[in-house]
């Protein structure tokens, strides 16, 4: 779960986390969801990546399910 | 569809919670990895070494030990309990050194969808089992509505004294 206070939600949840198992540190984040015919990720998974990436630091990395 | 519960604990705030789910739900205790597709019992949550040990653990109804799904890792040699379609709470304990405590947390999913695409909902008695789990961790920890997770005892003491600084995952 992560905090975002100055985004578009006051948390989110990141779809999967690689994470490290014995310190609970996130190294990978990724965040799945649709595309837009241009590829480009659907606005939700934009404002959420977006929170993530401005409390974190780290911008998820996206995959979409409808190639 | 998960659930999940946050939580800051230092091990004394685990030691408690043990106690408590000991008192109040028939439990056990799982390494997530074993050596064959069989469940690996742990005789507590204690966390032997912070940095060195695995701090992720199953808690499972007794009488559902026999429904665990288990995967072969081959490449790592060894076998791991498939979460999702497993009637397992998976219980994340936090990171602690003695200056800082990182986000722990309590999750499961009550269901998934199978390769065909249908919805599987995992069986009642374990639904029921895993939301009392989740009531007793709750009881005896604050609600801190600012770090949406719930604070043990000893580490609100610590971090009131100044000394203990509750951080997030990503830090």
Partial sequence: ?67 | MGHQLNFFLTPEDLRLLEQRLKEKCPVVFLDYRSQGPAPAQLPDLEVAEFGKTRLSVLLVPPDSLGALIFRHVPQQGYWTVDLLRSPAVELSRCFYDGAILRRGRLYYDRGFYDEAGHWVEKPASFQDWAKKVFSVARKGLERDAEQFAYVGTNAQAQRQEGRLKLVENWE
């Fill in chain 1, 1 to 67: 779960m992560v905090k975002t206070p100055e985004g578009a939600k006051s948390k989110r949840f990141v779809d999967v986390a690689g994470i490290n198992e014995s310190t609970d540190k996130v190294e990978e984040m990724h965040q799945v969801g649709r595309q837009t015919k241009d590829g480009q990720p659907v606005a939700r998974e934009k404002k959420a990546m977006d929170d993530i990436e401005k409390t974190t630091g780290k911008r998820p990395k996206f995959h979409p399910y409808n190639n």
